[in-house]
T-cell receptor, first 112, second 114 residues
Framework: DQQVKQNSPSLSVQEGRISILNCDYT??????FLWYKKYPAEGPTFLIS?????DKNEDGRFTVFLNKSAKHLSLHIVPSQPGDSAVYFC???????????FGTGTLLAVQP | NAGVTQTPKFQVLKTGQSMTLQCAQD?????MSWYRQDPGMGLRLIHY???????DQGEVPNGYNVSRSTTEDFPLRLLSAAPSQTSVYFC?????????????FGEGSRLTVL
């Protein structure tokens, strides 16, 4: 039972355009959400996070939006750069168990 | 800047063999965890520890043992390897535990079980 779902396995975007990565979740006990970025042969690295009491958090080119009623999370990258090409994982913390649950990942390819 | 160090990076085992994946961190982090990454499955939590002497099960703990005798080390033991345990394993640590989820990951250990 996948509690955190990333329904798009891959996404291709032109350099300079906006990349939008989506994530849906089912567990209403999730109270903190994160995005991680992973390059091949490396471990994931933390990118940006958002608490469930907020609906938006921005850090430079990266913005995360949270729609609690829809149980939906998205990551916007503007403008996209070739160096952003990586696998992006959505993750959520279950406030009841304190476990961090990851989604299946979306491979972003930014074309020059 | 060592951060989280995993060894070995690659390992091939035969079914039924045992082995230990090592994980060490030099950031004095209280929280440590092990994940496995499989195609189409994302990262799944195997075991975690909130401090020395304390461990707990994650989403997929069967077939794995852990211990946390020191703050720095968190080894993952496969007692009797099975082909289903072929995966890439990541160790991760955090200063504040899972509260904010900002984990530091190692580079991964690729395990193949024949």
């Amino acid at each position: 039972d996948q509690q955190v779902k990333q329904n798009s396995p891959s996404l291709s975007v032109q350099e300079g355009r906006i990349s939008i990565l989506n994530c849906d979740y089912t567990n209403s006990m999730f109270d903190y959400f994160l995005w991680y970025k992973k390059y091949p042969a490396e471990g994931p690295t933390f990118l940006i996070s958002i608490s469930s009491i907020k609906d938006k958090n921005e850090d430079g080119r990266f913005t995360v939006f949270l729609n609690k009623s829809a149980k939906h999370l998205s990551l916007h990258i503007v403008p996209s750069q070739p160096g952003d090409s990586a696998v992006y994982f959505c993750a959520a913390i279950d406030g009841a168990t304190n476990k961090l649950i990851f989604g299946t990942g979306t491979l972003l390819a930014v074309q020059p | 800047n060592a951060g989280v160090t995993q060894t070995p990076k690659f390992q091939v085992l035969k079914t039924g063999q045992s082995m230990t994946l090592q994980c060490a961190q030099d950031m004095n982090h209280e929280y440590m965890s092990w994940y496995r990454q499989d195609p189409g499955m994302g990262l799944r939590l195997i075991h975690y520890s909130v401090g020395a002497g304390i461990t707990d099960q994650g989403e997929v703990p069967n077939g794995y043992n852990v211990s946390r005798s020191t703050t720095e080390d968190f080894p993952l033991r496969l007692l009797s390897a099975a082909p289903s345990q072929t995966s890439v394993y990541f160790c991760a640590s955090s200063y504040r535990g899972q509260v904010t989820g900002e984990l530091f990951f190692g580079e991964g250990s690729r395990l193949t079980v024949l």
